[in-house]
């Protein structure tokens, strides 16, 4: 069975840093872009940054460039997101994907996506 599972969430402070991980089980993740999506209470959902399958092309949002770093360990099948100087704005369910076809842009852009995680809640507080 294809399953992506996210962890790493959790509460952090502004300006605090924390990083996630997407792990894949069922299938060789080094097929896919993958890519991190968040949605917000009362938001659209959003493509955060993507990668694709040699590491070499990732996409990032605007309002994440610089702050966040998407990497991946193919031989671990798993795929990274740091994020560092967070904000309350960055507050949100976050959720990896994986595309059997797509480039890394169209899938943070357009949402191309084949498959889903279950999401993982990032809340950042004082």
């Known amino acids: 069975q294809l399953q992506l599972v996210e962890s790493g969430g959790g509460l952090v402070q502004p300006g605090g840093s924390l990083r996630l991980s997407c792990a894949a089980s069922g299938f060789q993740m080094d097929r896919y872009t993958i890519g991190w999506f968040r949605q917000a209470p009362g938001k659209e959902r959003e493509g955060v940054s993507c990668?694709?399958?040699?590491?070499?092309?990732?996409h990032y949002a605007d309002s994440v460039k610089g702050r966040f770093t998407i990497s991946r360990d193919n031989a671990k099948n798993t795929v990274y997101l740091q994020m560092n100087s967070l904000t309350p704005d960055d507050t949100a369910v976050y959720y990896c994907?994986?595309?059997?076809?797509?480039?890394?842009?169209?899938?943070?852009?357009?949402?191309?996506?084949?498959?889903w995680g279950q999401g993982t809640q990032v809340t950042v507080s004082s």
């Open positions: 994907a994986g595309g059997l076809l797509f480039t890394a842009q169209s899938m943070c852009a357009l949402g191309n996506v084949n498959y």
């Open positions: 990668i694709s399958r040699s590491a070499l092309v990732t």
